[in-house]
């Protein structure tokens, strides 16, 4: 089992569209995890970081689940510029903050 | 935010020679750097942990003594890559982490290295 595992992709979706991405984790002793968004042959870039409570940033709602070991991320109402592969990231130890990275979903949203 | 540089941003090499990547931190000083390395259509694989002043500690099936990580100082690390082959072709990313109570890092915009 992949220590991080995402929805396989790509998602195409229209402009407006609502779109949610799946990701789960296997290491029950992770405490930090983030959504990365990662452009054609760019460094990836930190979307939001994802707390048990939830966090929302405009469009953008993260949850987490540490029950389940599943996190989630919502865009609503996407844009044209949302179009990219979002990445699902977990620490791997709670010491020298190693992350591990899903395989990542492409989003692609069209007019 | 935080700014990470690397270079050089894209190098091609013939088979047989060495690489060395860098990565600085602009605007903060890195207790940690991190290089990972990313093949076509796949995510990013961490490969080592760079400690200012320490050894590297790779991940398992990370060749050491292939890939030469120094962390000279608080704000540069670099990678060697040695003897480089095509298979090492690939986009390698460092990122840098500044404050231990934190675990947000921050990407440089990686290299891209094709080996001939």
């Known amino acids: 089992r992949k220590e991080v595992e995402q929805d396989p992709g790509p998602f195409n979706v229209p402009e407006g569209a609502t779109v949610a991405f799946n990701c789960t984790y296997s290491n029950s002793a992770s405490q930090s995890f983030f959504w990365y968004r990662q452009d054609c042959r760019k460094e990836p870039k930190l979307l939001m970081s994802?707390?048990?409570s939830g966090n929302e940033d405009g469009r953008f709602t993260a949850q987490l689940n540490r029950a389940s070991q599943y996190i989630s991320l919502l865009i609503r109402d996407s844009k044209l510029s949302d179009s990219a592969t979002y990445l699902c990231v977990v620490n791997k130890d709670n010491q020298g903050g190693k992350l591990i990275f899903g395989q990542g979903t492409e989003l692609s949203v069209k007019p | 935010g935080a700014v990470v540089s690397q270079h050089p941003s894209w190098v091609i090499c013939k088979s047989g020679t060495s690489v060395k990547i860098e990565c600085r931190s602009l605007?903060?000083?890195?207790?940690?750097m991190f290089w990972y390395r990313q093949f076509p259509k796949q995510s990013l694989m961490l490969m080592a942990t760079?400690?200012?002043?320490?050894?590297?500690?790779?991940e398992q099936g990370v060749e050491k003594d292939k890939f030469l990580i120094n962390h000279a100082s608080l704000t540069l690390s670099t990678l060697t890559v040695t003897s480089a082959h095509p298979e090492d072709s690939s986009f390698y990313i460092c990122?840098?982490?500044?404050?231990?109570?934190?675990?947000?890092?921050?990407f440089g915009p990686g290299t891209r290295l094709t080996v001939l």
């Open positions: 760079s400690n200012e002043g320490s050894k590297a500690t790779y």
């Open positions: 990122s840098a982490k500044g404050d231990r109570s934190t675990d947000t890092q921050y």
């Open positions: 605007d903060f000083q890195a207790t940690t």
């Open positions: 994802v707390y048990s």
